[in-house]
């Protein structure tokens, strides 16, 4: 099941590589609610890169997934972020045209 957050990114962590060759990077959005959470988020192999054009006040939208594991009687739960997206990023980038075919789409 995937969720998603949004709010302005309070810091990024270094990219960890492990000794198996596995590579994550965390960060932190501070939501924008009434009472603001900071949730801590991570990005694993190929997606550590999404973070490399996102900085510390940016506001994102990021998509995760809810990971859990238990390890040695210990249990632990991972955001693991698989889309992270400045806000108004999209915006930048010229609307897509519409085409006569797409207007006469039933919903």
């Known amino acids: 099941m995937s969720h998603e957050i949004e709010g302005k990114v309070k810091v990024i962590m270094e990219a960890q590589t492990f ?41 994102v939208n990021a998509k995760f997934n809810v990971r859990g594991n238990e390890y040695q009687g210990r249990y632990f739960v991972n955001l693991q972020a698989w889309d992270v997206k400045a ?9 897509a045209q519409s085409t006569p075919e797409d207007d006469n789409i039933p919903f």
């Open 19 to 59: 000794t198996s060759g596995f590579q994550k990077r965390e960060f932190v959005v501070t939501t924008e609610e009434k009472y603001p959470q900071d949730v801590k988020l991570e990005c694993i192999q190929d997606k550590v890169a999404m973070l490399d054009t996102i900085g510390a006040g940016d506001i």
């Open 87 to 95: 806000k108004g990023a999209a915006s930048m980038q010229p609307a």
